[in-house]
């Protein structure tokens, strides 16, 4: 069975950076593509980016185009988020999912196997 399990979060100020990773165990990430959501407090869970099984294909929220960067090493069974030029607005818990197929959307309700979540903070 699939398990996720994500870090890399933190504080960090405003203009910084930080990489999260989402490890995968029971199965091979090779034939799921893997999403990246984000939730802060009182808000409803939103798509940040997404990333192909065959990692040809990419998608973005437009909030994070141009600052963060989804990327996978299915050697080591792990997608990555870079997330450059932070700001107090991306401050959530994050999260990544896994599903079938090579379709890349940002819809939560496509995705059956979560992780934990991992705490971003942003602040000065």
């Known amino acids: 069975q699939l398990q996720l399990v994500e870090s890399g979060g933190g504080l960090v100020q405003p203009g910084g950076s930080l990489r999260l990773s989402c490890a995968a165990s029971?199965?091979?990430?090779?034939?799921?593509?893997i999403g990246w959501f984000r939730q802060a407090p009182g808000k409803e869970r939103e798509g940040v980016s997404c990333?192909?099984?065959?990692?040809?294909?990419?998608n973005y929220a437009d909030s994070v185009k141009g600052r963060f960067t989804i990327s996978r090493d299915n050697a080591k069974n792990t997608v990555y988020l870079q997330m450059n030029s932070l700001k107090p607005e991306d401050t959530a818990i994050y999260y990544c999912?896994?599903?079938?197929?090579?379709?890349?959307?940002?819809?939560?309700?496509?995705?059956?196997?979560w992780g934990q979540g991992t705490q971003v903070t942003v602040s000065s």
């Open positions: 999912a896994a599903k079938y197929g090579s379709s890349c959307p940002l819809s939560m309700y496509y995705f059956h196997s």
């Open positions: 029971g199965a091979t990430l090779d034939y799921y593509t």
């Open positions: 990333i192909s099984s065959s990692g040809g294909s990419t």
